[in-house]
């Protein structure tokens, strides 16, 4: 992922969600930015409108982007939109949503899914919420149970799962693929799932999507983080081997599970969820 990319990522997994807290803590090594408002827009404008002629309109993809990146660049339109009051990229995301939504499946399309629920927070289109809970449904069924941790078993898997990993149980990981004999949890499949699951309980009230955001986070609090409290990428379900891609730190993990944090924050009133992204001195 490019530089720029990965501050894109990064800038919008942090989140615009209804009733959540954007204030920066104070605590926050780089709390402030010199830079106003206006020109903030103008940067993102700028790097939004040089994306655009790169689209093809068939396909609703970026040249030069992968299929996941191709999907945050509409989760980053709508953004802009909400953020700014305007509907500048409502055509465009609209469409590109549309000629997509009936393929968003894990794990990218987590990624799509998202921006389905932010088109619909900057448009309040409701076709945007149901293609958004449409991917949650079906994510739904590679989440890991309690009972499937405890049973040691997965409807959709054919091997045995560990019921724990380092004595905790497993229960919360999100599978990162489909395939019946894939082991892996990935924290960005869980990270994905969670903040979907906070963002949808925020706007709908509907207690199975905080449930479902609980369960996930407490995954990967539970097991994928560093000593530095940045978020790490695999465990491999079979044998708990934990990874990281070329022992890289991806940075969407931690960006993804503290936009997540922050939604839950604002859903469940309980400030644990804030404390694990705001350190007290
Ligand atoms: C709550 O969400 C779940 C999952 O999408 C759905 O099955 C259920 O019907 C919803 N409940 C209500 C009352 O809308």
New binding site residues.
Partial sequence: MSIFLRFLTLSFALGFAFAQDFGVPSSWRKPSTSRSYNERVSIARKAIDAMVPQMDPSSAQFNGLSLWQSGNVFGSMASFDYITGSHVYKDIVMKGLKTMHNRFRPDDWEWWATSAFYAYKAYGDSTHLSYA?ST??YVSEYVISPKDAASGSHSRKSFSLATTCDGKTMAGGVFWQTLPDSPVVNSITTGEYMTLSALLAEATG?S??TKAAILTAQWIENHNINLENLVLDTIDSYTCTKGQPNNMMLTYNSGKYLEGLSVLTDVTGNNFWRSLYVFQP
Avoid: G
Wanted: glycine share 0%; no cysteine; charged share 0%.
């Fill in positions: 809970i949650w449904q509907n199975t999507y």
